[in-house]
């Protein structure tokens, strides 16, 4: 109880003195400093040799001593340098699966006057990241978050540390990036598909690939559209970009539903419809979803496959947190 009481008494103080903001500069009042066990063993070792140096009157020994002394000053500079100034900005978030691990990206900024060399970056419960920033460079990093539930999950304060030049100090600090990262529902695997829309949906949709629609005619091209649906031979022919247009007939379209699984809690229906838009996909089904109060109209790609995780994921979520 002491232990957790210490413990809430600290992340408040660290609150008050560095509060949450998606930007942040490392100034000396955000810079902790501490000797490293190297260092504390190097300044053992300095004391020893001045006693050493008044017991036998020996000045070369005691002149060893004030050199370690003074290296060990000097490292308790260039330590605090090696972070002071840097600026770090949040970016944008990686969502995953529930039970896996997402990613938050970092933009660090160095001034024009200074290197910042060898620092170490993590979340709690994730493993740092090392990187270097050059004057004036800005450099993007992303950093691990183990999502332990659906929806946003806080990353926490994120560890910034560094022990150049000489690893006799470290200097550290933890900032609030007031950054979150999405939690997809954990796929569950189901045989039956909750979906509606067509005639063919107990498993002949399996067989039907991208490309069976109905050709419509051509319109001009618009970026994003596929290679593969541009007339090249009318390109070729000198009458301009163009590409195939197809309609897709409304039997080959699918409606992920949610009210087509009854007697399910919340999250047991939210893991069978991310299984399904993954297993769509990856057949080539075009498909659409519907939640409660909202609804994805029928499409097929990476964007689709994005939107529908991320529609889950926030079911029942306040929307906030990081950005895409």
């Not at 770090?88 to 910042?116: I, K, N, S, Y």
């Not at 006799?168 to 509606?196: H, T, V, Y």
């Amino acid at each position: 109880m002491a232990t957790a009481g210490m413990r809430s008494l600290y992340r408040r103080w660290l609150d008050r003195r560095m509060p949450a903001a998606r930007q942040q500069q490392l100034t000396q009042r955000r810079i902790f400093i501490l000797p490293t066990g190297y260092g504390v063993f190097f300044m053992v070792i300095a004391g020893s040799l001045f006693l050493g140096g008044i017991n036998y009157e020996n000045n070369l020994i005691m002149a060893l001593s004030f050199l370690m002394t003074s290296l060990f000053m000097i490292a308790i500079l260039h330590t605090f340098r090696n972070l002071s100034g840097l600026v770090l900005r949040a970016g944008r978030m990686a969502p995953g699966f529930a039970g896996t691990d997402g990613a938050l990206e970092l933009v660090l900024h160095a001034g024009d006057q200074q290197a910042h060399t060898g620092l170490w970056l993590a979340y709690p419960g994730a493993a740092p990241e090392e990187v270097s920033v050059s004057p004036g460079e800005e450099k993007n990093v992303w950093l691990s978050v183990p999502l332990r539930r659906r929806g946003y999950n806080r990353a926490g304060r994120v560890r910034i540390e560094s022990r150049y030049p000489l690893g006799l100090l470290r200097a550290w600090s933890l900032l609030d990036m007031d950054q979150a990262c999405l939690g997809w529902p954990r796929p569950l695997a189901s045989e039956e598909c909750p979906a509606g829309g067509g005639e063919q949906l107990q498993g002949q949709y399996a067989g039907r690939q991208r490309g069976s629609d109905d050709f419509q005619g051509l319109r001009s091209y618009q970026e994003g559209d596929s290679p593969r649906q541009v007339d090249w031979k009318a390109y070729a022919a000198g009458r301009g970009l163009h590409s195939k247009h197809f309609a897709d007939p409304a039997e080959g379209w699918l409606w992920l539903d949610w009210s087509l699984l009854p007697a399910m809690d919340t999250e047991t229906r939210l893991g069978r419809l991310a299984w399904w838009v993954l297993a769509l996909e990856q057949r080539q089904q075009r498909y659409g979803l519907r939640l409660p109060g909202t609804e994805l109209p029928p499409a097929l790609g990476a964007d689709q496959r994005r939107r529908a995780l991320d529609m889950l994921g926030l079911y029942g979520e306040n929307i906030q947190g990081g950005e895409h």
